[in-house]
């Protein structure tokens, strides 16, 4: 029945001709057991972003529209560490709405993981990753706790170096702006609190940092004079 379904989801692709931004005229053909299929809430979706990132050798590119995941942006920190080159474009996120408090972007670029925020008349909705270019992450799965969790969601995994390739130029264009505008992030006047009991540092708008009390409440402008000093980020807001 596995296999079934495999081979069912597997047929768009064989005739995948970019109707919409033509980047490839040639049909490409897929066997079952170049792709895995992948289901939310709580089908393993998240084990197997961290595992391709995990074995990521070379290279990881990533188009997301939501993107709050600690685990995930905590892999790809790993990724970085290990000499993974590591580039992301996100859909611009609106001042002050639940998305913009939790998005990775600041992490990663605390990190010095490139990140590029885009913008344009619509909106950067793509969930894909490239790895190693051979590797396709893809389908409706946000890079978020409610996709993991929380919604009907689907991610295909897919081991082509010719399916890698179409993603890989499309990426390109995204991130050299050539689809979408490139913006710099709104300004945000982030600092960064610490409370003395429990030796957490918080982003200033995190919701744990609202319930520091006054007496235990510590700021800093930056956060590597916070580590320094023996606080460690909390596992929320991920500063």
Not at 25 to 38: A, E, Y
Not at 75 to 91: E, F, M, P, S, T
Not at 129 to 143: A, Q, R
Not at 187 to 199: A, D, E, T, V, W
Request: charged content about 25%; overall charge positive; proline content about 5%.
């Amino acid at each position: 029945m596995k296999r079934f379904l495999v081979i069912l989801l597997v047929i768009p692709l064989l005739f995948l001709t970019h109707s919409c931004a033509p980047l490839q005229k040639t049909p490409i053909s897929l066997q079952p057991n170049q792709v895995k299929v992948f289901f939310s809430p709580q089908g393993n979706c998240l084990q197997e972003i961290i595992s391709q990132i995990d074995k990521a050798k070379s290279s990881i590119y990533i188009a997301m529209y939501y993107f709050t995941s600690r685990e995930i942006a905590q892999a790809l920190v790993r990724a970085k560490q290990r000499g993974i080159d590591i580039r992301v474009c996100l859909n611009t996120p609106e001042q002050n709405s639940e998305y913009d408090k939790y998005s990775k972007y600041i992490y990663l670029k605390n990190n010095s993981i490139p990140v590029k925020l885009i913008k344009g008349k619509g909106i950067m909705h793509n969930k894909f990753c490239i790895i190693d270019e051979t590797i396709v992450l893809t389908g409706s799965y946000n890079w978020t706790k409610r996709a993991e969790f929380d919604n009907d969601e689907n991610m295909l995994v897919i081991n082509s170096k010719e399916l890698a390739r179409i993603y890989e130029e499309r990426f390109e264009q995204i991130y050299g702006g050539k689809i979408l505008s490139i913006v710099n992030p709104p300004p945000q006047n982030i600092s960064y609190l610490g409370s003395k009991k429990s030796m957490k540092l918080h982003y200033s708008n995190c919701k744990w940092a609202a319930k520091i009390d006054p007496a235990n409440k510590e700021e800093f402008t930056s956060r590597d004079d916070a580590i320094k000093k023996g606080y460690t980020p909390c596992e929320v807001c991920n500063p």
